[in-house]
């Protein structure tokens, strides 16, 4: 069972950019669909985006699609999130989480391991 820790939030100014890190130790990364997932206070944990085990696969939010991009390194068994055109409403503690379903799921319960989360702040 592969472990995560995320790294990469901050805080930004609006229509700035981040890019978020999820390492993962353990053999088994690529067997892994990886995704991001946000929190905000009072608010549901929601799909950022997602990837299969070869990065071929992509599924993104819609309030999200066309400014952020996942990929993925197995041979560093690390997962990327790059966030453009950063909105305050993107505030929100960011997750990652690993799953070992056969598709590439939108919904956390697919998901079975996950990071300890890395704040991100977009101000106005």
């Known amino acids: 069972q592969v472990q995560l820790v995320e790294s990469g939030g901050g805080l930004v100014q609006a229509g700035g950019s981040l890019r978020l890190s999820c390492a993962a130790s353990?053999?088994?990364?690529?067997?892994?669909?990886m995704g991001w997932f946000r929190q905000a206070p009072g608010k549901e944990r929601e799909l950022v985006a997602a990837?299969?085990?070869?990065?071929?696969?992509?599924n993104y939010a819609d309030s999200l699609k066309g400014r952020c991009t996942i990929s993925r390194d197995n041979a560093k068994n690390t997962v990327y999130l790059q966030m453009n055109s950063l909105k305050p409403e993107d505030t929100a503690v960011y997750y990652c989480?690993?799953?070992?379903?056969?598709?590439?799921?939108?919904?956390?319960?697919?998901?079975?391991?996950w990071g300890q989360g890395t704040q991100v702040t977009v101000s106005s």
């Open positions: 989480a690993a799953g070992t379903g056969l598709v590439v799921g939108r919904s956390s319960r697919e998901y079975s391991i």
């Open positions: 353990g053999r088994t990364f690529s067997s892994y669909v």
């Open positions: 990837i299969g085990w070869r990065g071929g696969i992509t």
